[in-house]
């Protein structure tokens, strides 16, 4: 079976600090992929970023960055100088080679308060 | 392009009606799945499909039922409400051949309240 955790329910911060949101998951799958989506208070589900079981290359991206170790089986997301916009609840979820289910944590809410 | 249209976006219903919540895809996906998503518990998975004319059980199926007659609808039915199955449905999908990394494409969601 497989488990995504996102340990952090709620983090409130002050625009412009930085933020860490992690993700822990189990697989017993070799291959997989890593997603984190963003839902904003409007609702919608937007997808941010993947990465492959094999790719540990971490990314950089605007005020976005992810870390992923496949050692420590995480896939943290941080955002650099928060902004209010920023504030929506997040994501992280695992794709499996099983028609291509995805299993996702509970989800982070992150509040960026002026 | 409309993407992942899903009709109602909201809806009241009593218990023990039923209803059919309409979920139409116009990219060509051929996999296409039913979350169901409650405060605090995530997206859970209530069923999916991977082509036309096949559907499969996911993590929360009962009390649902599914339909996928033609490529681009997947229907959920319930036809029996309770008040358990208040919760915020969505609907997404993904091609087949790049269904391990392409992102799920997503609906705007049908917010369901059952009195």
């Known amino acids: 079976a497989q488990k995504v955790t996102q340990a952090q329910t709620e983090i409130s911060v002050v625009e412009k600090e930085d933020v860490t949101l992690d993700c822990v998951y189990e697989?017993?799958?070799?291959?997989?992929?890593l997603f984190w989506y963003k839902q904003p208070p409007s609702g919608e589900l937007v997808f941010l970023i993947r990465?492959?079981?094999?790719?540990?290359q971490n990314e950089i991206s605007g005020r976005y960055s992810w870390n992923f170790q496949k050692s420590t089986s995480s896939f943290n997301f941080t955002i650099t100088a928060s902004q209010v916009v920023d504030s929506a609840v997040y994501f992280c979820?695992?794709?499996?080679?099983?028609?291509?289910?995805?299993?996702f944590g509970d989800g982070t809410t992150l509040t960026v308060k002026p | 392009n409309a993407g992942v249209t899903q009709t109602p976006k909201f809806r009241v219903l009593k218990t023990g009606q039923s209803m059919t919540l309409l979920c139409a895809q116009d990219?060509?996906?051929?996999?296409m799945y039913w979350y169901r998503q409650d405060p605090g518990m995530g997206l859970r998975l209530i069923h999916y499909?991977?082509?036309?004319?096949?559907?499969a059980k996911g993590e929360v199926p009962d009390g649902y039922n599914v339909s996928r007659l033609k490529k681009q609808n997947f229907l959920l039915g319930l036809e029996s409400a309770a008040p358990s199955q208040t919760s915020v449905y969505f609907c997404?999908?993904?091609?087949?051949?790049?269904?391990?990394?392409?992102?799920?494409?997503f609906g705007n969601g049908t917010r369901l309240t059952v009195t």
């Open positions: 997404a999908s993904t091609p087949i051949r790049t269904v391990i990394n392409s992102p799920l494409h």
């Open positions: 697989t017993r799958d070799t291959t997989y992929y």
């Open positions: 990465r492959n079981s094999f790719d540990e």
């Open positions: 979820a695992l794709r499996s080679t099983n028609a291509g289910k995805s299993t």
């Open positions: 990219m060509n996906h051929e996999y």
């Open positions: 499909s991977v082509g036309e004319g096949t559907t």
